[in-house]
């Protein structure tokens, strides 16, 4: 490793390590310095007044309309019981019961003084729900009636509050526009189609996030113009811990810019080759396939054909657990419509693909197959290590060849994959009509709590090690350079601007609070005093 690595190294990890207060520029306060309200104006009068999406998805939306519940005496026992029915979805399966039901008696019970009479006709159902199937939904007619009654008067009196104003300030502060300079930059993590793939910090926060850059000009020369908006219109419309997230989309002179989650643990085709022999355990085979399966069944769920599933785009966080990444070849489809297209890495592509057929959410559960295969064998299916077949051969293996099985494979691994990897996509594991739920419910899962799973509540087998960089030296990555003699004109800059739409709420909302940012600003009062009381 030459000396220049070394340094761009140190200086990721150092500033990974001081995330939170030591990752802000000291000028922070001043970046993130609430607008006055009477700049509000224009937003107030055009934001959606919708109860879910100002009171429930979105984060900082979500504290403050908490903050001014709990301002009114009367809707005291509501918040009781809103934060009960979080803390009960937190619970493992054998605390459920319990908890479930001391939260019946505080809130669902006439004589309790904590009683919740809007709520208060679900004491049977909930008692019967705790009592057969602690681990499904139990309170969740319960929930939404308590939804029902916040979004009337409660929401009208919020929107008079001054909470809601100062939700609109920080909504003012999410639309600020994004530059360059809202980030420092730190090492080149790798190489795209299309540009770079940096390690930025954002100053104001001290929040670390990958940057992918796609290079105008190497977008226009290969007409990458729908592919890239198409990824980034994907990516902001999901919100799943096992898909990356799009925190701001901007554009420089040079480049579009996409800043996502950081994943600093390397990507899962690193793990299984560069780490002693090639392979996992089974163990983390296990985990990481069944977190695959959860974001599948996500990007499934918004009706998103991912399409590009290989070891390579399985990416590894500091705490071990996986996102997809890479969404460049994602499609929507419309309602039960197929799609036909031969894209992929050949490699990993289902027969249907290959054969030009009309094909569904069933090429990302044979990409599932090739996966679990690979973790467990420390090869992909249909080729040795080492063995480049030609196009024709590997495209006859898919379609005709049967994969081998060594003693690797335990009965259950072999019969997911066989599964997995069934040629009929009508016939394949995951194809059926439960939307993927069949494969969670394997055998191979037995030992895995998908409910728990869901919630980023399990733990991984395996965490990165902090003071390691898992990514090729910056030596090793070759340099991408700007195309010359390539001209920018004004329907470019049409693209551009559909690209250019900054902070996506949710993400940029997360990034406010984790950082601490949130509770060191969100201060009311004369001078920024903030009552024990309004502590959250
Ligand atoms: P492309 O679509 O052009 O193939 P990718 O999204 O695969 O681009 O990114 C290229 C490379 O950049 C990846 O192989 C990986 O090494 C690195 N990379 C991409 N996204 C991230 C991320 N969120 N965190 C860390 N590294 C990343
Ligand atoms: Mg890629
Ligand atoms: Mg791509």
């Known amino acids: 490793m030459e000396i220049e690595d070394m340094v761009a190294n140190s200086a990721l990890i150092k500033a990974r390590e001081g995330v939170g207060s030591n990752g802000r520029s000291w000028k922070w306060r001043e970046m993130l310095r609430f607008p006055h309200i009477s700049q509000c104006n224009d937003l107030a009068t055009t934001i959606e007044r919708d109860y879910y999406s100002l009171c429930v998805r979105q984060p900082i939306g979500k504290k403050l309309f908490q903050l001014f519940c709990r301002s009114q005496p009367e809707l005291q026992n509501h918040m009781s019981l809103q934060d009960a029915l979080d803390a009960f979805e937190t619970k493992s399966d054998e605390e459920r019961r319990d908890f479930g039901m001391s939260i019946v008696q505080r809130f669902l019970m006439t004589q309790s003084i904590q009683c919740v009479s809007i709520a208060l006709k679900h004491k049977q159902s909930c008692t019967q729900n705790l009592d057969q199937d602690p681990c499904g939904d139990v309170f969740r007619d319960c929930r939404e009636d308590l939804h029902k009654y916040l979004s009337g008067e409660p929401f009208i009196q919020y929107q008079k509050s001054m909470f809601f104003d100062r939700f609109l300030q920080w909504k003012q502060l999410e639309r600020k526009p994004i530059t360059k300079q809202t980030f420092r930059k730190y090492r080149l993590l790798g190489k795209g189609g299309f540009g770079e793939v940096w390690a930025y910090q954002v ?58 989650t950081m994943m600093s643990g390397g990507d899962l085709r690193f793990h299984i080759y560069n780490i002693g022999k090639p392979g996992l355990d089974t163990e983390r085979v296990c985990f990481y396939a069944a977190e695959v399966c959860c974001g599948l069944i996500h990007l499934h769920q918004k009706s998103i054909l991912y399409r590009d599933l290989k070891p390579e785009n399985i990416l590894l966080d500091d705490k071990g657990h996986i996102r997809i990444s890479d969404l460049g070849l994602a499609v929507r489809l419309s309602e039960g419509k197929l799609v036909r297209g031969r894209v992929g890495t050949l490699g990993y592509m289902a027969p249907e693909v290959i054969g030009h057929e009309r094909y569904g959410m069933s090429a990302d559960w044979w990409g599932l197959g090739c996966l679990v295969y690979e973790m467990t064998a420390g090869q992909p299916p249909f080729r040795a290590r080492g063995e480049h077949p030609k196009t024709s051969e590997m495209e006859r293996r898919i379609q005709m060849g049967q994969e081998e099985y060594s003693d690797k494979f335990s009965m259950v691994a072999k019969d997911l994959c066989s599964l997995l990897l069934t040629k009929d996509p009508k016939r394949r594991l995951g194809c059926q009509d439960s939307k993927g739920r069949e494969v969670q419910a394997h055998p191979f899962f037995q030992k895995i709590n998908f409910r728990m799973l869901e919630l980023g509540l399990v733990k991984p087998p395996f965490k990165p090690d902090p003071r390691q960089v898992y990514c090729s030296d910056v030596h090793d990555i070759d340099e991408f350079s700007t195309l010359k003699g390539v001209t920018l004109n004004q329907s470019d800059n049409e693209f551009y601007s559909k690209f250019n739409t900054g902070s996506v709420p949710i993400t940029w909302q997360n990034e406010i609070i984790e950082t601490g940012c949130f509770k060191e600003l969100n201060l009311f009062g004369p001078e920024g005093s903030r009552s024990p009381d309004l502590d959250c």
Do not use: P, W
């Open 203 to 260: 100053r104001a926060t001290g929040m670390m996030y990958a940057c992918k850059k796609l290079e105008k000009t190497h977008v226009k020369t290969r007409k990458g113009e729908s592919m890239a908006l198409n990824e980034k219109q994907i990516l902001e419309s999901l919100d799943s811990r096992f898909v990356v997230n799009l925190a701001y989309a901007y554009e420089t002179k040079q480049a579009l810019c996409m800043v996502l």
